[in-house]
């Protein structure tokens, strides 16, 4: 018996020693084992992307006045400039769905509410300036209860947020590149049959918003 | 002899840490301001078409068999005006307006006792307001000043909202023939203001 247990003994070394400096893969092999006391090297893949930066290097603001809006028509730009390492996507909100006067109730045939136009151009640092096809109603771009409008213009409408599908879309990426946001206001943009606007002033404030879309 | 079991870190291309920068939405403000102006405007066709209106009231023959003043040159007068469509729109709650007659008087023929070369009347001009009610604006044209008025409410809008007729048409004796003269012209001056 005692010459039986030295040989069991030799046995077990020998298998230990001939594992020592490698990593054994047990069972699927996407997970490694590795024996007490000794080394060995688990290559572990690693993964990651890098969403980019994007936001306003110069943000939108300005003030537009358009004296006598409904005689003298006029198409003023305000600038800004996007900061986006990628793809970007811009929006916009209207607070009041037009120029609005504040005149309370009013009798039939005048009103207090006029209509204009809202476009977008978005630089990018190469390639070709992104623009709506056609300039959107204001209306459509209430921030609450907005008109029914075009599908684009529906689309530029609201809060653009990350990897969002809100906002006009800029595929390419921008930086130090002027984008602007037009705004026409006039006889042609007002509707006549809605009635006759008021005597006073009208304001309204576009929000614009922008988020990277990847 | 224990084993370590290493767990792989499972492999995947979607992103894993974004910085936070990425997910910035960033916001600027424009503000838009605009006015309309105090101001009247002429309507023809349902459009703008100016500042000023005109007509013409034709009476034809002033003189009866007689050769006094016609009795019936009101109903003419009234008719004729009916027909001008006279349309003004403001911007103001409350516009000013001016009626002014003046005589309708030969071109050149002069007159002696017992004849006269001019007609005296009362112009009436009624304005429509919205959403109801009216205000009668009227002048003689034997006085010299015109009659001013602020409207109290706006002009209705839509449809023609200035009204002409005319009333006390006379000479200075009803007994008085009328001197003959192809032109006999008058006119009523109508002026809205947007305000005072």
Request: aromatic residues 4%.
């Amino acid at each position: 018996m005692g010459a039986r247990a030295h040989i069991i003994i030799a046995a077990m070394a020998a298998t230990l020693t001939a594992s020592a400096a490698t990593a054994q893969c047990v069972g699927s092999c996407t997970t490694a084992t590795i024996y007490e006391g000794n080394s060995g090297v688990i290559q572990l893949p690693v993964t990651a992307t890098v969403g980019g930066r994007c936001g306003f290097a110069s943000a939108p603001s300005a003030t537009l006045d358009y004296p006598n809006f409904d005689v003298v028509e006029a198409t003023q730009s305000a600038p800004f400039v996007l900061d986006c390492t990628g793809p970007s996507r811009v929006a916009v909100t209207s607070l009041n769905g037009g120029l609005l006067n504040n005149s309370g109730a009013l009798p039939s045939g005048y009103v207090n509410l006029a209509s204009y136009t809202v476009n977008l151009r978005l630089t990018p640092t190469s390639g070709s300036q992104v623009t709506l096809a056609q300039a959107c109603p204001v209306e459509v771009l209430k921030a609450t209860g907005p008109a029914s409008g075009s599908a684009a213009c529906a689309e530029v409408r609201g809060t653009a947020s990350f990897n969002g599908n809100v906002g006009l879309r800029l595929g390419n990426a921008s930086s130090g590149q002027s984008s602007f946001i037009d705004v026409k206001v006039g006889p042609s943009t007002i509707n006549p049959a809605a009635g006759l606007l008021v005597n006073g002033d009208y304001s309204d404030t576009l929000t614009v918003t922008v988020a990277a879309s990847l | 002899m224990k084993k370590i079991v290493i767990a792989a870190l499972a492999v995947s291309t979607a992103l894993i840490a974004v910085p936070a920068s990425a997910q910035q939405s960033v916001s600027g403000d424009i503000t838009i301001t605009g006015s309309v102006g105090e101001k009247c405007l002429v309507v023809t066709g349902g459009a703008p078409s100016g500042t000023s209106f005109s007509g013409t009231i034709a009476l034809g023959e002033l003189s009866d068999a007689t050769g006094k003043l016609r009795s019936d040159v009101e109903a003419t007068f009234d008719a004729a005006a009916a027909a001008l469509a006279i349309q003004v729109v403001c911007t103001t709650s409350n516009p000013q307006v001016s009626v002014d007659a003046n005589a309708i008087t030969a071109a050149t023929a002069t007159a002696v006792t017992g004849y006269d070369n001019s007609i005296d009347y009362q112009a009436n001009v009624t304005f429509s307001l919205t959403p109801s009610g009216s205000k009668l604006v009227s002048n003689d044209s034997a006085s010299a000043a015109a009659t001013t008025d602020a409207l109290g409410g706006r002009l209705a809008s839509g449809a023609t909202n200035i009204t002409i007729d005319g009333a006390n048409f006379r000479t200075g004796s009803a007994t008085d023939l009328l001197v003959a003269d192809p032109t006999y012209t008058g006119h009523i001056l109508i002026t809205v203001a947007p305000s005072a």
